[in-house]
Nanobody, 123 residues
């Protein structure tokens, strides 16, 4: 089970960190990803971190967003800097299967999804 939290209202140019806490004892063997969905748009891949710590980013957020994980806390994070109004969306975390070796950019590879946390960036 995944629980995303940390969303909120922030001004353009500001920063926010969203978190995703996972239940269970084997968090370290699962790759984690972050997605977002804005009203009227499709769900969009943002970033992922593999079970071994390899990171992947969408071009739209590369250099502004940073994904990380703390296995001791069963938590993945997405640090978002230089936020823009177009970053406004519901942000979801997701997990792939254990020791996943497929593409982290593929939404179909994710087995488990959190409930989402809303991020609003005002101009």
């Amino acid at each position: 089970q995944l629980q995303a939290f940390g969303g909120g209202l922030v001004q353009a140019g500001g920063f926010l960190r969203v978190s995703c806490r996972a239940s269970g004892r084997t968090f370290s063997i699962y790759g984690m990803g972050w997605f977002r969905q804005a009203p009227g748009k499709e769900r969009e891949f943002l970033a992922a971190i593999s079970w071994s710590g390899v990171k992947y980013y969408a071009d739209s957020v590369k250099g502004r967003f940073t994904i990380s994980r703390d296995n001791a806390k069963n938590t993945a994070y997405l640090q978002m800097n230089s936020l823009k109004p177009e970053d406004t969306a519901v942000y979801y975390c997701a997990a792939v299967g254990p020791y996943y070796s497929g593409s982290y950019y593929d939404t179909d590879g994710y087995r488990y999804w959190g409930q989402g946390t809303e991020v609003t960036v005002s101009s």
